[in-house]
């Protein structure tokens, strides 16, 4: 059976699927009556699902992270399309679940993605393609890099995340280095290579992104060099790149977050490192303003010109326009 | 009479030309005989020139900001080309003498940035077109805009750096307005309006450039919102943009340094805004690294791979890779 | 009818007149039953009324920012007056409700203030003077400037805020430039133009303090200078200030809040932009102190000598002596 | 023989009188003969004085700190005073010589200060005036904080600098008092109090102000509570302060430089200290302006508007306006 | 009877014995019923008991600061011991009641610390001694020293902290100053000396720790060096330390913080005072380790490996390391 | 030959070695005269040499990073030993000479310090130690380490720097460790392994000692890290550390810089590495402030109780004391 497809859902719809409990909260009405608002959702996003007092003893035992079967129709509350469950949600046993199909995912083509990816690497001169190849040939690589989110909460937090913002990064520093005079190859192989311990770093879960346990001790930039370097090993000597090369690479890793207050080991020494760290900025906080535009903790109501308080992402309130161009 | 293609002379061409008075240096030779070291420029370019002990005093009154005919030829000294004099040089009446031909200039063709320039305008709905035009359809903004440097020192300090870098910002900025998912035709308004209150804070003079008594006492953000209004009011009431789109225009000159520490009234509110300001950081940061691979300060001998210092503009050292990718 | 003098009411006291609701709370008692905590204010201050289970119905669709009609008596209730309601709330219809009469304002007396100022016009040199006329002689100008708070939550933020804010930097500015020989009348002006810009960055509703769009968006030091700009264009040439003395005006504006990490545009260039300032720190933390020792939320308890935790205006704990000295 | 009057010297004028080396420079000249640049001085100000090749030799000996018997007259060099010597300096044996006659003194008269201090402390409640009289009643304390001055470098750093800083820290303090509703006569105390260990901190000496051994290990604010404690157990049990009392004038000193970054024990907590702290920050930075406005390193040309470089005391440059108000 | 020891309590144990009330939380169980949530103490520990519904108005009075006699039997409720009350708890009448003995408690042995003090100073030098003797060799001063908690919540905060901080500081300033060439009894005085301003700005109440009103308005560096010379004013002047060593005591005290930010009126000067501060870091961070290991909001379940959440007093999270090495 | 013992030097010893040119000034006497100022050097230290006017030709080509043939005899000058050449030196051929033999080196015996290094070994777990001896069981390493210098400028600057660095880190670790319940071993282990990065990060060179391109492009940190994992994958598999073990011997590497603005990936997470932090701070200054005490820049002067200037290592002045405790 085909996922629901919940931003489609309209008032009326029945549903009868698979989807995993993101979030249970135990409440009480204003009249002092107990009743559970529940979060379920799958990849193509969350929905909500409110269980009043005589059906609260149905959902004990049911905890986020669970994936459930639920049966019932769309309804409109206070504005917004929630599930009204007709039968108690019955949980799916563990196994038969993966976490990549129930969490949120981009809505992107990942096969286009990699079209542009592979575009890009055929682009690319003998001795850097090498290197590159070392993950993106490699398809166990290219299955763990196309379900690693961007971060555990953040820009890109969603699963196929960090390929998007790999895309989007080599993107704009190609063009970046287009204007400026950079070499287009190597920061395009500095964008892809950037992120790559990101898929030690975070583990997908039924209950959400997490850490790793090396991603809590050494983070991503410290792991994306120890890989860089296991991989390299592989190669035969002769094959392998110069010591100049090498550092290179390592550098763009290294360099990426700018200055060491934000987890550089090194500033940018390159005009290529910079503009790679450049384009890596725009991209994550570029996607921090769309996702806040569909934020409905900063725009609780839809008729907002600004957002109720800060985006914690962005640190400061954010506008959406009223008015149009033309 | 053409001026002197400085980059382009060799040992043992003959030179006899105006060029202005960059610098002075009396100094002694390490025998203790008094020396002067000069460096004389004109658009294209600066070339040293040492006046040796017994033409000191010909030198007399010759100061920084002088046009002088001078009249000698191309040797090498200590591996650089250097102008010998075989007469005293000349001082050049003042009224003479533009500073505009006589200061550092970009190497791009003016002409080819304002067909850019023209073509973006050509494509922007009308009413944002019609605000653009306030200042890029009027030949003299256009005038004082392509002879405005991007700041009195630091990147894109050149006659013409002001023009080249709102377009690299332009640039780059609708690169990554594509990739996010921004409006393209309103960035690069943002990004031509964006610097326009340099117009009125750089001043262009022999004596090089400076700031003018309001680009110390505002700045430049402030000149350019003042700026803005001051046009805006010579538009038929039915002309003007609404108060929204006022507002949005000025947010684009008053956010574009992203964070009030380093200037800007406000944080970007919007995905366009903060582009915007990313594109800004891009270009500018860029145009430092090109700047410090030909920085003879930095790089006082051709076989340094890393800059005996810091570079002031970047706080940090930079790589000039000795490698190549192929 | 004379509005209700909050301040001056002993228990016993009985009430019946409108009020603005200014928060409502929906709790519950430790025994579980429903409960509602009104504030309810008017010009003079804000008064607590309890509304218990039985009553909670009929306050059914009554919200912050309405103004109803109340009857009740004061009691005393856990040390504090309170308003013991005898009658549900009505509604009264929006219309007849004046935002600036039922939100807080200041204590001093509007007349006075607007006395002082007019006195230090009166001494101005007429070039200063007409600049400042533009603003403080326009009476649609002055109602505008006597509404406006200081801020929307912090440092006066009370109807007439500003008023009273900016006699307290001019006279504190005043005496700090008669000590260290700065230009008293230049400094006065500065002092009642630097804030001009919040007439147009806050917004005086039944439902508070809040930004408009162009605070927001701009900030209130940009939208003085623009505001400067444009009534300074109503003069006719020969009666405008030379370019120079509308720079030192603007200055005023765009340094008065010291640094750039808190605003200013430029730093002060002048003694008399750097004591204003100073004056302007002054009176608004002395404000801060003022309203901190009848907060109670800092003190709960009148025994208290420490506030119960930091004040977020002042970013510290705040002590109330408990001695005299005599 | 009454001292040197420095400020009123006119070209032509025939001098011989003591004078302090404040510095000597051994320089060359362009053409590479030796002279000696010397900077003489007493408590009304700096004269130059130059001595040429031949009497270079002369010179043997004569060090900053000394006090010598100088001949010549005064002349006129690039555009200043300057003093032709037209004997060679004589050094007057070191016993024969006071610091504070030397040394720059204020311009302001000593007893008008102190006429002020006493008008304020007849002013004083009993029990505040007990303490404040513990040090500005005592004729050995009077005449060593008159001689202080109010830095080594920096604001008010001249001798009777501590004794004019602290009138204008009350001065202003007082107003703002006032302004603000503060209590008057105790801010007044916390203004004579606050430096009070400056006089521990600095010494005063031929060479020029420096640091004691306890102002480098400790610090002005630690030496102030060390001297208040040691006079307050001076007084008969009965007539000194309660414990409140004595913390709130410890206070005073412990907070008076705001933030702990600046060196403040404790952030001020009572509206008092508060307003004490804004009124020295202002007094100091009004003295920086008006010594910048002075400094011929900040202006080396009468005609220049903005200073040729930042001032380190002011930490940016300042504007030196050329216009009027009238 | 001797005091309860809660941490050997096992379930089934019976309990009949006076502990302090240091939390009290009236919630309602998901159900809606009332119940409280009470924590319980003394110098061993602290222990939970839920009271319900029934017993609730049984508690009436009881408030946290209030020592209790309780009956009940322990059990285990979610994974931890509790006690289960059998009777309601009695309050016990104040003046019976010291704070000491029911408020958290190092587990170390004051005797056995109070020994390796005295032995560290029976190798003091004579002049070295003799001041710290002022302190250490005086019952009353050991006594408020070994009841005085290194801070009112942060590490050491328990009864007795500041003896055991104290000693962890000399230990490691010893061991650092055997190693770097340090002078041992000098650092050993210094860092028994450091925190003694604590013994006035800490007060030991039933309610908890609290800051004095010096403690407040001053802090315990200033505190410190008060006390200081306070008794260094009762030792015969030919027994006083000459001015410079007095200052380097002095210097100990105002120093330890390292930095002004954190509260040092002035940087280290020499290697012992250097030496001192980094060994008060080692000993608080250290102390902050230890406890997080057992907070139970950092790690509610024991099989976390990383605590759930950042540590406030270390700013981060912290790992559980499950593995061993052997 | 014994090399030349430069501490030991006395008046009248005569000099015939090989030394270091470490510097080379040409300079100029008041009289106007050349003379150049060498700084010759070996391992035991550094000492000045003049060269007059007569013999400055025949310095020609004597350039600092040379070894020369110096003979001459120790002379006193301006209170300092300084060597007269009675015979021009004579540069050694490049091949014959060997930088560890040149630069300055600790004092310390490396074979007393190895012996603890492997004492510390001895006693470490079998799981611990496989990894530790990965490193300082191998002889080629330890010579390498036994001769890189702790940084290139700054503390332990000198050959042997960072071997005596770890050691002292170690000793300073362990004993903290001891005081607060750490793992003894493990930190030792932590200590140990902590700057291994440096032998690849620094070279040592005649001309002094520099970063390496790995040094410069990704610092020592990563490259500690690139190094333990290079080593690791040697061992079979059967005897690699657990996972667990393998990212907590990485976490002492990445996190000894304690935060991120001083280049550490992460903060300390467990007890043991936040001692090992402050263990390097302090090992670290303890070495500023030893040397400062012999810096003839700080101290010109041996009466100097106070430093000169700031010292660039501690960013503060320093304190030579000049009583005793006795």
Redesign the interface.
Known sequence: MAPLDIPRLAVGDRVQHELLVRERE?K?T???D?FIALKLGNSSGVLGANVWKEDVPKLQGVRPGQVVQVIGTIESYQGRRQLKLTAPPRVVPLGAASADDFLPRITQSTDELWARVDAWRAEM????RRVVDLFFADDAFRQEFSRTPGATRGHHAVVGGLLLHSC?VA??AR??AR?????I??VTAGALLHDIGKTQSYAVELAGFD?T??G????H??LG??ML??RL?TLPPTARP????R??L??FI?SHHGI????A???P???EA??LH??D???A???D??DAMTDTELFPSVEQ??SAKRSWR??????K???R??
């Open positions: 135990d009480q204003k009249s002092g107990p001169p003998a001795s850097l989007e993107e704009i063009a970046s204007t400026m005079g950079g070499n190859p190597l850490y346990r090396a809590q001790l050494l983070g930039i410290v060099s120890l370097d296991e090993a110069s010591d100049e090369q550092l290179e390592h550098h290294q060491p207050e934000y987890g080991a090194v500033r020494m390159t005009l910079e503009l450049f384009a900025n725009t991209s906080k570029g996607n303003f769309a010109e600004f962005l640190e400061r309130r954010v506008w326009r009223t008015h161009w033309d």
